[in-house]
């Protein structure tokens, strides 16, 4: 069976979690407690050699990088959250590496600013933020054009690129951020069509 070593409220873990639910693939989940600063510590730094997480341990076979475990865990699983045609596959890429290249790293920004900063008694950044605005309403922009067109990101299905974007916009929804979002009606049915999948209710503990 597989291991999952992740904690329930990083972003990266949960895009694990989603994929597994989506797939019906029986896991043992292992919460790596960053309070205690496990992710650092020797047991976990093997799995992970950058102390992040998740990591995943399947019978022997050790795999970190979200976005490359949730690619495994689909592929073992036969699941369909990968198109199966080259150029929806293309598609698919393509908008994963959007996500990491030109939405995380701002929504990050606000995330940290709006989520983290506080749990850990540190102030807002106010040039953070404007940079975190700035950026993902730069990608907001870009999506909104793609899915006023398309009902999920690479197509027709539900795949790892839909994914990939739930944790990040999960958080932003309950920070004033949200106001971000209001100009794009195609995000916003995207997002209600994304986030009511009980794969995901369950991945952000909300089931
Ligand atoms: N590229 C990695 C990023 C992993 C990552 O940033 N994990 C965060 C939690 S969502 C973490 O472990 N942060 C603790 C740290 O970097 O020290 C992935 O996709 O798995």
Not at 66 to 76: D, G, L, P, T
Not at 88 to 105: D, H, L, R
Not at 144 to 173: H, K, N, V
């Amino acid at each position: 069976m597989i291991k999952l070593f992740g904690n329930p409220l990083s972003t990266c873990t949960r895009k694990v979690l989603c994929t597994l639910h989506e797939t019906n693939t029986p896991f043992e989940f292992n919460v790596i407690d960053f309070t205690k600063g496990e992710h650092k510590q020797p047991a976990h730094m093997a799995r992970q050699p950058f102390g992040q997480v998740p990591a995943i341990d399947d019978d022997g076979f050790g795999l970190y990088e979200s976005r490359a475990i949730c690619r495994y865990v689909n592929q073992k699983a036969g699941g369909s959250l990968v198109p199966n045609t080259l150029q929806g596959c293309a598609t698919m890429e393509q908008w994963i590496s959007v996500e990491t290249s030109n939405f995380t790293p701002s929504a990050m920004k606000l995330i940290y600013n709006y989520v983290f900063f506080p749990m850990q008694g540190k102030a807002e950044d106010p040039a953070m933020i404007a940079d975190g605005n700035a950026g993902v309403d730069r990608a907001l922009k870009v999506l909104e054009t793609r899915l006023a067109a398309s009902t999920y990101l690479a197509g027709d299905t539900f795949t790892i690129a839909d994914i990939g974007f739930l944790p990040y916009i999960e958080y932003l929804m309950a920070t004033p951020a949200k106001s971000l979002f209001a100009g794009y009606p195609a995000v916003q049915a995207w997002w209600t069509r994304c986030s009511e999948r009980p794969s995901w209710r369950k991945a952000a503990g909300r089931a």
